[in-house]
């Protein structure tokens, strides 16, 4: 109980500060994400492991990835945090005021998931943000997903937009944040969690209209990398 307590007494005021900080510049505003989700991740007193070995330093990224929790964002950033990384994420958090100044800031792109033509247009934003220099990260299953025992249904919209840009897919399999903090739930658990990068897939191995191919393939292989983390 004290460490959830000390957590939101933590969480808030950080979240508010760092995002006013984002609000303000699109300088500041990386380096203030990388700063939050570190002191997020330290305040939360999570143990998280990161296999990243897979991934080329210099090359940009699609970075598809499964989505449990809350706590998946600040994880995520701050294990890319080498990385200038986008997220794909839905447009609620954008209407909250000052955070979601600062995810706009920061080079997120916001997603209507009930309007498919909103929703393409949102995939063409991304698609652009990545041909400007950014790593783009989408969460595969599209919401939190509470059945922990295997990976949700998969989206086709991160494999739309990955073929749109021509860079190679990087899946990243989270495992451990759904413990920590399950969907639907407020209080913190004790629970080990693990990232880990899978092999690339090149761009050119899928066309457009493979896309549903695509999906299934992949879903297949990070479901397989999550089970295996799972066991571990």
């Not at 498919?116 to 919401?143: H, Q, W, Y």
């Not at 021509?166 to 739930?185: F, Q």
């Not at 990232?195 to 493979?210: E, F, H």
Request: contains cysteine; glycine residues 6%.
């Amino acid at each position: 109980m004290l460490r959830n307590v000390i957590f939101y007494l933590a969480f808030f005021p950080l979240t508010i500060f760092f995002s006013a900080l984002a609000a303000s510049s699109r300088r500041v505003a990386p380096w203030a994400a990388r700063a939050w989700s570190g002191l997020v991740v330290r305040a939360a007193g999570l143990s998280v492991r990161a296999d990243l070995a897979a991934l080329d330093p210099a090359q940009r990224y699609i970075f598809i990835v499964n989505h449990q929790s809350q706590l998946d964002i600040p994880v995520l950033t701050h294990v890319l945090r080498a990385r200038h990384v986008g997220f794909v994420a839905k447009e609620s958090l954008f209407r909250i005021p000052l955070f979601g100044k600062a995810l706009e800031c920061a080079g997120h792109v916001s997603v209507d998931r009930s309007n498919p033509r909103r929703a393409m247009k949102s995939l063409e934003e991304a698609a652009a943000k990545a041909r400007e220099g950014a790593n783009i990260l989408v969460f595969a299953e599209g919401t939190r997903q509470k059945d922990l025992e295997a990976l949700g249904e998969f989206k086709v919209g991160g494999m739309i937009l990955a073929l749109k840009t021509g860079l190679p897919v990087a899946p990243l399999v989270v495992c451990g944040t759904g413990d920590a903090l399950p969907k639907g739930r407020l209080l913190l658990r004790r629970a080990p969690i693990r990232v880990r990068a899978l092999p690339p897939v090149a761009a050119g191995s899928y066309t457009l209209k493979q896309r549903e191919q695509f999906r299934d393939d992949l879903r297949a292989l990070m479901n397989a990398a999550y089970l295996e983390l799972r066991r571990e």
